[in-house]
């Protein structure tokens, strides 16, 4: 009954770490923490072997560089990555008080790939209404303002899609919310450092 035990509490001990693992490498890659993080309590180190095979089968499918949408002559393009979150306002007010006028807005926001639109109607639901609850309200800002916008949607690790939409639209500027803090961005860093550090075009951080 001891050896029992002891099996049982090992098995635990590797499921716990496996749980932090997968939860660590799901944020980084794009994917949903939440369910990866369930399916490594099922399956304990398996799930890590599933993620990686994922993680392989995006970066074949990474959508190939595409020619930037035609722009208003003389505007400046700003791309504003937002996800919902209270930063959404601070970054308006950013761009209505420093950049209001001759400029085009794109209002971007990154999601999981398991958040990708089925045929279904249910499925497409689903992702507009994500999609609402990212950039809605900064979109609505920008228009009240005057400020010609639209949005943009990209699928995986946030500070990677930022960045590549940023060069495939020839932004002028990239604004980013700052987000994290603690724990969490200690492990995890921040998708604002992120694009700070990689980004080619002129980046901004609004706190």
Known sequence: MLVLFEVIAVWLVIVLATMLIVSYMALRWGRDPFGWLLLSAAMGPIAIVGLIGTRQSDVKRRPAPARPAPRSAGRR???????GSSAGPAMVRHVTSTQRDGIEAIVFTVLPH??????????????????ETATG???????????????????GAPGEEIVRVADTEQADLVIVGRRGAGLSRALLGSTSDYVLRHATRPATVVS
């Open 77 to 83: 393009r700003i791309l504003i990555a937002c996800d």
């Open 114 to 131: 398991e958040a990708q639109p089925g045929a279904g109607a249910q499925s497409q639901a689903d992702y507009h209404e994500r999609v």
């Open 137 to 155: 309200q900064v979109l609505a800002l920008l228009r009240e303002a005057g400020i010609e916008a639209r949005t943009a949607v990209a699928f």
